[in-house]
């Protein structure tokens, strides 16, 4: 069975203080390993897609790696802003669709 | 251009009425996807259309659950005899095929079974 596997589960950071979140997988054949934010209330907004092992994307403060196992988020000098719960989903290969599968998330508070 | 919306934002119902859940995908999208967030869990997947047609409906939770989109736009999310357990975020995606990987997601309606 498919499974996605996120850590920590909470992370408070103080403005500036770099850290990187977890996101472990399982599945049978990867086509895809997504990350999304979503801030409360709201839906996920989408972030970074990686396919391959070694393949590495930035935006801003953030940058997505992925290794045959896992998939790290690093946060360079995070801002209060950046406070939010970051997730993670595969899509796997299979005859049709796309449906993802989701970990439970790791949820950022940044403080002044 | 406008995203994925939702309606409504909220919902409370009663346990065992029906309640319906609408999304309207981005303009031009072929897939759309619905998924359930619920507290302390995941998003889960219930089930997803290409046009008109629902080839995957494996994440459904039970027989009370169904959906249907028409022409290839607006889909409704049908909980019928709604628990407590039903309460949850729901969420509706969609992406510009089903080969296209990047699924952009609405607000969500929260659902609350009392």
Do not use: M
Not at chain 1, 20 to 47: A, M
Not at chain 1, 59 to 72: D, H
Request: charged share 20%; with cysteine.
């Amino acid at each position: 069975e498919d499974q996605v596997t996120q850590s920590p589960e909470a992370l408070r950071l103080q403005e500036g203080e770099s850290s990187s979140l977890n996101c472990s997988y399982t599945v049978s054949g990867l086509r895809g390993l997504f990350w999304y934010r979503q801030d409360p209330g709201k839906g996920p907004e989408f972030l970074f897609t990686l396919y391959s092992a070694g393949e590495e994307k930035e935006k801003e403060r953030l940058k997505a790696t992925l290794t045959k196992k896992e998939s790290f988020l690093h946060i360079t000098a995070p801002k209060p802003e950046d406070s939010a719960t970051y997730l993670c989903a595969v899509s796997i290969l299979t005859g049709g669709g796309n449906k993802l599968t989701f970990g439970t998330g790791t949820q950022l508070k940044v403080e002044l | 251009g406008a995203g994925v919306s939702q309606s409504p934002s909220n919902k409370v119902t009663e346990k065992g009425k029906d309640v319906e859940l609408r999304c309207d995908p981005i303009s031009g999208h072929t897939a759309l996807y619905w998924y359930r967030q619920s507290l302390g869990q995941g998003l889960e997947f219930l089930i997803y259309f290409q046009g008109n047609s629902a080839p995957d409906k494996s994440g459904l939770p039970s027989d009370r659950f169904s959906a249907e989109r028409t022409g290839g736009s607006v889909s409704t999310l049908t909980i019928q005899r709604t628990q407590q357990e039903d309460s949850a975020v729901y969420l509706c995606a969609s992406s510009p095929t089903t080969s296209t990987d990047t699924q952009y997601f609405g607000p969500g309606t929260r659902l609350t079974v009392l």
